[in-house]
Nanobody, 113 residues
């Protein structure tokens, strides 16, 4: 099983990024997919999750700025992040959950002027 996250980078406050996580080795369409993040010195926290049928759930801190989506034909989950803030700086990880969970390797997002 592999979860390959990409799309991170250095952006200025107010800018946008779209993260992608490509999955292989699992029946992607039936998995709950999620994005989490971990800032230095902090615990890993939920950003958003999306069920196999597309129902999404968001952390309060990102509601209205972030959209999670999935393309089951491409085995990929996305995280569109708009109006980024310095507090969004973290390593972003994707996770796949069914009977067990799998984590991707993370992609760094840095928001700084």
């Amino acid at each position: 099983v592999q979860l390959q996250a990409s799309g991170g980078g250095l952006v200025q406050p107010g800018e946008s990024l779209r993260l992608s996580c490509a999955a292989s080795g699992i029946s992607f369409s039936i998995y709950l997919m999620g994005w989490y993040r971990q800032a230095p010195g902090n615990q890993r926290e939920l950003v958003a999750t999306i069920k196999s049928v597309g129902f999404a759930n968001y952390a309060e801190s990102v509601k209205g700025r972030v959209t999670i989506s999935r393309d089951n034909a491409k085995n990929t989950v996305y995280l569109q992040m708009n109006n980024l803030e310095p507090d969004d700086t973290a390593v972003y990880y994707c996770k796949a959950v069914l009977n067990r969970e799998y984590w991707g390797q993370g992609t760094q997002v840095t928001v700084s002027s």
